[in-house]
Nanobody, 122 residues
């Protein structure tokens, strides 16, 4: 069972930037970031195929968030720019292991980290 550990959350004012990091205990073909705000369902935000360059984004974050990887470290990053108060949520790292679907198929992720809080104030 792969272990995922997030870090890097925090508080920022609207318009600011944050980067969150996810370290996996081993190589995972599909890794992604999800988020869940209070009273809302968890949603997929960004995904990446670590064996290539394919990335996937939710419409709400396209152009503002960038997912990237460091394969040597089994680490995935989510760089968040132009943050908005509505980006406030618990952010979870997720893995699809084994890979059974494209990395943008949010419903196929089955391994989760503990989450890191991101708070954006207006």
């Amino acid at each position: 069972q792969v272990q995922l550990e997030e870090s890097g959350g925090g508080s920022v004012q609207a318009g600011g930037s944050l980067r969150v990091t996810c370290a996996a205990s081993r190589d995972v073909d599909c890794m992604a970031w999800f988020r869940q705000a209070p009273g809302k369902e968890r949603e997929g935000v960004a995904g990446i195929y670590t064996g290539g360059s394919n990335t996937y984004y939710a419409d709400s974050v396209k152009g503002r968030f960038t997912i990237s990887q460091d394969n040597a470290k089994n680490t995935v990053y989510l760089q968040m720019e132009s943050l908005k108060p509505e980006d406030t949520a618990m952010y979870y790292c997720a893995g699809q292991s084994p890979k059974v679907a494209p990395c943008g198929a949010w419903e196929r992720y089955n391994t989760w980290g503990q989450g890191t809080q991101v708070t954006v104030s207006s």
